[in-house]
């Protein structure tokens, strides 16, 4: 089992891939003609856009969940975005959506979008890259975005690996509509997982790939979340968010199966709140 530290990119996740390379190509695009930006995001995604559009000198407004770690809040301010708190994750898609649907602004989703997807891409290719003989690769879930890129860049460079996705128990969107064959809604509790919570976009295009691409979802509980920040730390002297220990979660509860002989576990990200990794720990 090794780690792909996703936790020490420049904003601490991984979504600055995927902000980046959808900034870039924006940009490529429309040069000096680019519109201003709007996006829904836990935080991470909305740290990472900040930081790029910041880069590019484009406006961004990024509407966010009320209960939203401060750590990601502070950040997302500190690079210059206009910041729009919400009632809840699916509240604030909404409201980004219907932003953007006025013409005022470019939607960003933070999972949904084909040059965010790509970028998150970039990190199957590195696994493969790095240990061509990965069998398993371990990816937490939320919207989507993540586990979309790696699995399409996994499939397409590796016969033998096959990736499997985790989402916690409080929010198993991809569970519930992969159980149904089509896109439900369900019911979302709070988690320490807080980038992985809240239903899917009626129409993203990452259930198609998901259900194409994955090998299976399992889930995770809070406990099992909170045991393997706490490994993490104790052991390898990592901080990672509810979010970024997921995948972790799954494989120290023997969720993911016995029969890989090497497995690639994503830390997706590290951006928790200082007290609540203390407490946690």
């Known amino acids: ?153 996994v499939s397409a460079l590796s016969h033998a690996a096959a990736v499997i996705g985790v989402e916690a128990e409080a929010s198993t969107a991809f569970t519930q509509s992969l159980a149904a064959g089509h896109i439900v809604p369900v019911e979302v509790h709070s988690t320490l997982a807080d980038g992985l919570g809240g239903n899917l976009d009626p129409d993203t295009i990452t259930f198609e790939i998901v259900q194409r691409l994955v090998k299976r979802i399992v889930v995770v509980r809070e406990d099992q979340l909170q045991d393997a920040i706490a490994v993490l730390f104790r052991e390898e002297r990592l901080i990672a968010e509810g979010a970024g220990a997921a995948a972790t979660a799954a494989v120290i509860a023997g969720a993911i199966g016995s029969g890989s002989r090497e497995v690639a576990v994503i830390v997706s990200g590290a951006n928790i709140d200082s007290d609540k990794f203390k407490t946690l720990i």
Not at 52 to 68: D, W
Not at 119 to 141: K, N, Q, W, Y
């Open 1 to 153: 089992m090794f780690l792909k530290l996703e936790t020490l990119q420049p904003t601490f996740s991984f979504k600055i891939r995927g902000a980046l390379n959808a900034v870039l190509a924006l940009v490529e695009r429309s040069g000096k003609d680019a519109p201003p930006l709007v996006t829904a995001s836990a935080g991470n995604h909305g740290r990472a856009l900040a930081y790029a559009s910041r880069m590019a000198g484009i406006p961004l407004t990024v509407y966010v969940p009320a209960e939203a770690p401060r750590t990601k809040i502070d950040a997302i301010r500190r690079a210059g975005a206009q910041l729009e708190t919400c009632e809840s994750f699916d509240d604030a898609e909404a409201r980004a959506k219907e932003h953007g649907a006025t013409g005022g602004a470019l939607f960003i989703s933070p999972y949904s979008h084909p040059d965010v997807i790509a970028g998150a891409g970039t990190i199957g290719m590195e696994i493969l890259e790095d240990r061509p003989g990965v069998d398993t690769v371990v990816v937490p879930v939320g919207g989507g975005g993540l586990i979309s890129g790696v699995a399409s860049a």
